[in-house]
């Protein structure tokens, strides 16, 4: 039974790296099409035909963009400030921003320590973030002009 459950979450992962592949590789000439100004012109132009579909557009490609730190975001916030004005496209990005990175902190945090247990012992996980718990502390301490010595 143990042995299945591992053989299950090794496939979950290598299906979710795939996957992430799959979808950088899907996404990345979209990408790279709108650093151009012809390329952002070209899709504000197929996004304008969409109607509400475009919101939802950008928010999957912002939520993409979050997710797999590989992909530009510069071109997306020029392309919602072309779809939405600058203030409208401002709000966009800064709530659709606070919405992945909240849906990710609450996946990691309700998934993340268990997913990371599979691979690691829970002491050498607990002997690292107290590493950087210190290495936080001195840094701040650093940063407000104190001398700290470990």
């Known amino acids: 039974m143990k042995n299945k459950k591992k053989i299950l979450k090794i496939t979950f992962t290598i299906l979710s790296i795939v996957l992430f592949v799959g ?4 996404l990345f000439p979209t990408m790279k099409g709108i650093t151009t100004p012809e390329g952002r012109l070209k899709f504000q132009q197929k996004l304008d ?4 579909g475009k919101f939802w557009v950008l928010l999957a490609l912002q939520f993409a963009q979050i997710l797999l730190v590989v992909l530009p975001g510069e071109p997306l916030e020029v392309l919602a400030g072309m779809c939405y004005g600058t203030v409208g496209g401002t709000i966009f990005i800064l709530a659709t921003v606070f919405i992945t990175t ?7 945090r309700k998934y993340g320590k268990s997913y990371i247990e599979q691979f690691f012992k829970k002491e050498k996980i607990e002997k690292r973030i107290q590493e950087g718990m210190k290495k936080f502390f001195c840094d701040i301490m650093k940063a407000l002009g104190r001398n700290v010595a470990i």
């Open 102 to 108: 909240t849906l990710i902190f609450y996946l990691v």
């Open 49 to 52: 035909g969409m109607g509400m």
């Open 23 to 26: 979808l950088i590789i899907y």
